[in-house]
């Protein structure tokens, strides 16, 4: 009896030992603690990760994806091994991470990870973006990465670190805009600065120096109105629409200026610039002073240490971007220089004046009776002047020469800003571009039109409490920091 209670016991004890070790294993992903040879395996490559031995780590994780295809850690372990590339860095190895990043989005595009995935594929190209005036393949690359990664995946906890990125991003391509629009300009190649200035304040409204771009867009229409004059076979017609259409340029990009950022610095030269030109001068909106306040609050300024320690690095200084306000995710669209020369060859060419109606106009002369005959001529008499000969053909046109067959309304044609009693202003102070003259600034310019400065601002202003109410935020707010280009030698 006793044997067998043993034997009964003994028995026991090896079943309740089988059921302990035969232990059902649970959720790799939730224990940690499990000895399945996957997670083993995937445990081995994440400590060799952590302790930089990148071949090991990838070696045993291409191990697991090949020995066990349909484990619970094929997902990590592809984002295992593209982390290994990507801490490994250097450009191979970063190019290598890339494609495996991108590997891993197409076959787990509904995985959380997918979001991280995508962010560093686009710091991949931030970290190898250059300075402005060097290659921009790169900062261009990086752009289009954070956009995929905010409109894609909208919801996502990194859309925050994402649009602070490509708004830095965003101020590297600008900045390169700007130096190319601006290289134009200095050589007078105006509608290819009007062209690139145009594309900098149109697509990267937050550009540290945007109210600088919309200065040299009006200033490039103002050299266009300059050479407009300067064309000795363009008749007068012709040469009013071209004038209007430059004018209305560059009244724009003054104008906007002040609307849209009053508080940077060439606020006050835009003013001036529209006075001299005679058209309106606009008044910026209480949410505009605001908004334009918050964006210059936002930016850092950089040391002279720090401006001169950057001269030494390959990475962009980024510290003036804006870190408030919502990135352009969608590009407008764009204007080529081959475009301005278009606009301005319809001006020219369309029109009753113009060349390109493709019409012919027939002008009936009622002259009255004929003239009596009149004598032969003599070889002995003396030939009339050329005057007498227009006065007796009244006429006042010279000889070939091709007039329009409407009168010249002098109205539309721009005048100089001078007073009315006709009295030439002093040297030194001119309201219009010049050919070959330096530029005087805004200084004189807003000499030359104090007297006409009031009328422009009563204009503009809806009440007079509401013009004191603005002009006094603009006041308190403005802080004149005159960085880069502060005064250009226009033509």
Avoid at 222 to 241: F, H, S
Avoid at 253 to 274: E, V
């Amino acid at each position: 009896m006793s044997r067998r209670i043993l034997v009964i016991l003994l028995l026991g004890v090896l079943a309740f030992t089988a059921a302990c070790t035969n232990k059902k294993v649970k959720n790799p992903l939730a224990d940690v603690g499990s000895k399945q040879p996957d997670k083993v395996l995937f445990d081995r490559a994440m400590d060799a990760l952590k302790h930089n031995r990148f071949d090991v780590a990838r070696l045993t994780l291409q191990t697991l994806i090949n020995t066990y295809p349909d484990s619970e850690f094929i997902a990590r372990a592809k984002l295992g091994v593209a982390d290994s590339w990507y801490a490994e860095g250097g450009s191979t190895s970063l190019t290598q991470a890339e494609i495996e990043y991108k590997d891993f989005i197409t076959f787990f595009p509904n995985m959380p990870e997918a979001a991280e995935a995508q962010l560093k594929i686009a710091n991949i190209h931030y970290q190898q973006m250059e300075k402005p005036d060097r290659d921009f393949t790169h900062a261009a690359r990086a752009e289009e990465e954070y956009r995929n990664l905010i409109l894609q995946w909208p919801d996502s906890k990194l859309v925050p670190e994402a649009k602070q990125r490509l708004l830095e991003v965003q101020e590297v391509l600008a900045d390169r805009e700007f130096r190319v629009g601006r290289f134009y300009y200095l050589r007078g190649a105006y509608p290819a600065s009007i062209a690139r200035l145009r594309s900098v304040v149109d697509k990267y409204p937050l550009y540290s120096r945007a109210d600088e771009a919309l200065y040299l867009l009006g200033q490039s229409y103002e050299g266009e109105i300059a050479n407009v004059r300067l064309r000795p076979r363009v008749n007068e017609a012709a040469k009013a629409r071209l004038i209007e259409m430059a004018t209305r340029g560059a009244a724009d990009a003054y104008s906007r200026i002040l609307t849209r950022y009053p508080l940077m610095n060439r606020a006050d030269d835009a003013k001036a610039r529209l006075i001299a030109l005679k058209q309106r001068v606009p008044k910026p909106t209480r949410e505009a002073v605001a908004q334009n306040k918050a964006e210059e609050d936002s930016r850092r300024e950089t040391g002279m240490l720090g401006q001169l320690m950057n001269n030494f690095k390959k990475h962009p200084n980024v510290a003036q971007s804006a870190k408030v306000g919502e990135p352009t995710l969608v590009d407008p669209k764009m204007m080529s220089a081959t475009e301005v020369v278009q606009q301005a060859t319809r001006a020219l060419t369309t029109g009753t004046g113009g060349l390109g109606n493709n019409t012919v106009s027939v002008e009936t002369v009622k002259t009255g009776a004929p003239p009596p005959a009149q004598p032969a001529p003599r070889s002995d008499e003396p030939v009339p002047a050329a005057g007498d000969s227009a006065q007796a053909a009244g006429t006042d046109s010279t000889p070939g020469e091709l007039k329009p067959n409407v009168p010249i309304n002098d109205a539309n044609e721009l005048k100089p800003n001078v007073s009315d009693s006709a009295q030439a202003l002093p040297p030194g102070q001119v309201n219009e571009i010049q050919a070959g003259a330096s530029d005087q600034g805004a200084g004189s310019s807003g000499q030359a039109n104090a007297g006409g400065a009031k009328t422009g601002d009563q204009a503009a202003s809806p009440s007079q409490e509401k013009k004191d109410d603005v002009d006094a935020m603009i006041a308190s707010s403005k802080h004149k920091k005159k960085k880069g280009l502060k005064k250009l030698i226009p033509f």
